[in-house]
């Protein structure tokens, strides 16, 4: 399965390096103000995606192969 | 005498079919000794208790758990057979289980032995977990506890990591292939982590676990594999060769999701909360550059400053100008020198030394000519003019004597 999107890791450790980026502010201003930018718009995704995410259950192998089946019911 | 007189191939067949007809199916407890793996892959041994002993065969494709020894009590399970060609009988085994749970330590031990000196266990080579997996793998049975807890876990701890299940056969003589496959297949799918597990049983159910086959497909992994093999007191040789071992299925859904949805959501509250700060104490510090250079007192700095631009500029002027008159100067004066240089070249400028100039006939006398008694000439002075004539006339030597002989001429 390819992995187009930056995953939800590879985010967040880029959230961290523009944090220590700005903490450090030894940077023009306007690339900090860039960096504060680029990492409020990831963020914002990343909570929004949080936020609304479902468990997604793939079933693979056997005699029937089928997407998104219903995780058991517990009782 | 009417004796019946049979063959022995025909005595054979009447043995043959009474056994096999009379036990077509026994379970038999003995001890395995003379054990003999043919290369065909069948597997010959004689079953022994203190009064008796019984042929064995295991044909190829029977499989066991475990790998039979001497010594070792078992269970077969079988049929009775006649091999007519050496006369004598077999139980043709369908499965062999080791004879209580002491056997099945023994062959425990025997793999674990076999695998630690094959590094399978090595502490260097166990993975770290990802602490963010996007796909976890599970392998379990589809029915049963397993599968429900790791569900139920991963969506409460981490609902944003697909989970991609594969049903696996967890026990029974195909588990361990079956294991394998769901591996190779769940690491081909592109999961970050597996889980690998089952919920508990007794030893023989968990015995899969237990297998080569199955060691050996996690030792192949390339990616970490969680096992999660019966209760927390179980422990399988899975668990040994897995990157870490997880006390029941629920504790393997747990190590897979170390951050949870939100410790996600918490961290991005802080990053927002941390960032904000750092770029506002940055702004503050622009503010209040831009807001000194606007102040009264950077205004007089600033104004000191410029006036000392201005002197500097002031001062380079001046100093341009004097070389500028400098340099005139000395032009006019260059000219000056020159103009003398051309005074003293004009015909009339030795006049004004006290020198004369002679005419004769009306116009100079050059100095080619010479004099002669009785000439009348005019001499021109600056000041005045005079007409004199000549009484004589000398050689043209210059000496003190001459000018005063020539000065007494005048006279």
Redesign the interface.
Known sequence: ?A?KTP???EQ?RR??E??QQ??A?DRP?EE??AL?EE??AI?KR??E???S??????????QDEHDD?A??S?D | MNEHVLTVSLLTQAISQVLEEEFPLVHVLGEVSNYKRHQSGHRYFTLKDEGAQIRCVLWRGRTVPFELQDGMQVKVRGRLSVYPLQGNYQIDCWSVQPAGVGDLYLAFEQLKTELAAAGYFDPERKRRL???P??IGVATSPSGAA??DI??T??RRN??????????LVQGADAAEDIA??LA??ES??CDVIIVGRGGGSIEDLWAFNTRTVADAIFRAGVPIVSAVGHETDVTIADFVADVRAATPTAAAELCTPIR?ED??L??DD??E???T??A???D??ELLIADFLSPTTSRVLSMQHEHLCFQLISTVERLRVAALRSVESYIQQQEQLQSAIALLHPLGPLDRGFALIERDGRILPASEQLAPGDQLRIHRQCDSAIASVTSVFDPVYHLATHDGKKDSHH
Do not use: C, N
């Not at chain 1, 995410?53 to 056997?62: F, L, P």
């Open positions: 399965m992995k995953t939800i890791d967040l959230l961290e523009i944090r700005l903490e502010a201003i900090l103000v504060y990492g409020m963020a990343l909570r995606h949080l936020a995410i479902r468990q997604r259950i793939i079933t693979i192998g056997g089946i995780p058991p517990v | 990802p602490r963010l996007e796909i599968i429900r569900l139920t991963l969506e609902p944003a990591a697909t989970v991609v299940f594969r049903p696996t496959r769901a297949e769940l799918f592109g949805r996600v959501l961290w991005l990053w927002a941390r960032t904000r750092a770029l104490s940055r702004l510090q622009a």
